[in-house]
């Protein structure tokens, strides 16, 4: 009885609310994940080929950076309605504009990662015959990932928030409840998915930085561990290298013994 009279005091608190509309919360935080999964996973596979533009050739750094930083500036109600001619009323707004949004903080962050490289790094992975490709993927981007996460971080709880302004097309996840709890001045409705789109933003960091400390053992400073992981790794590179060597020295052994063979013959 107490529960039902929450709901027709409108509290603000009201677990009866929680009882009867759990279905209701479920879609809307479903919603609300995939949109925001979907619109930073497409964010970073666009943003990664334009930071890696944006390094190769300084004159395409400025007119990138500017124009994700044009586009952060955009007002999301703007945004939205700007692209609604091209996709109309889907969910399709609503990713394009939080992936355009996304995209100069993913930039950045990936840029600072790899100037952060240490040259030296560079420089010995080149030594050891390590080609472009390979020297972005095997060494450059792990030694880059603590401001790569920095990044997704950022743009994962930027975009949880401003998912729930795509109620204005009814893809807002959570925001849909917001908007019309707002509208209706529904107290428990409002406060409940305002809590569920808090809770969201800090479990996702959370979890985003537990995938960091797992990616990059070495960057927690001060532990016996991160020393231990930083020392094996250091020790692999070199056993790589004397390996290498080892094989290079012996490919120009049999090289110079067949030309003895050679000369010897004629």
Not at 170 to 196: D, P
Request: hydrophobic content about 50%.
């Amino acid at each position: 009885m107490a529960g039902q009279n929450c709901l027709i005091s409108n509290d603000w608190i009201c677990g009866e609310y929680v009882r009867t509309r759990s279905q209701e919360l479920t879609d809307a935080t479903v919603q609300h994940v995939w949109i925001t999964v979907a619109s930073v996973a497409i964010g970073f596979v666009v943003a990664f080929p334009l930071a890696l533009l944006a390094r190769r050739w300084r004159s395409v750094a400025g007119p990138v950076l500017g124009l994700t930083t044009i586009l952060y500036t955009v007002p999301s109600l703007a945004m939205f309605s700007l692209l609604l001619p091209f996709f109309g009323v889907s969910a399709a707004v609503v990713i394009t504009g939080l992936v355009l949004y996304s995209l100069t903080i993913l930039v950045r962050n990936i840029m600072a990662g790899l100037a952060s490289v240490p040259e030296e790094a560079r420089e010995a992975a080149r030594g050891m015959g390590y080609g472009p490709l390979r020297l972005l993927f095997g060494v450059e981007l792990p030694l880059a990932l603590p401001a790569l996460m920095a990044g997704l971080r950022i743009t994962t709880v930027s975009t949880i928030s401003l998912t729930t302004v795509g109620a204005i097309v009814g893809y807002g996840g959570l925001g849909n409840l917001i908007y019309e709890g707002m509208r209706s001045f529904f107290k428990a409705q409002v406060l409940t998915a305002s809590v569920l789109c808090v809770a969201l933003a800090v479990a996702a960091d959370v979890l985003l930085l537990l995938v960091q400390r797992l990616l990059t053992p070495w960057a927690r400073g001060g532990t016996k561990k991160a020393r231990k992981a930083q020392k094996k790794a250091q020790e692999q590179v070199r056993e790589s290298a004397r390996g290498q060597a080892y094989e290079q020295a012996q490919a120009g052994e049999q090289a110079r013994d067949r030309a003895r063979q050679k000369a010897g013959a004629a």
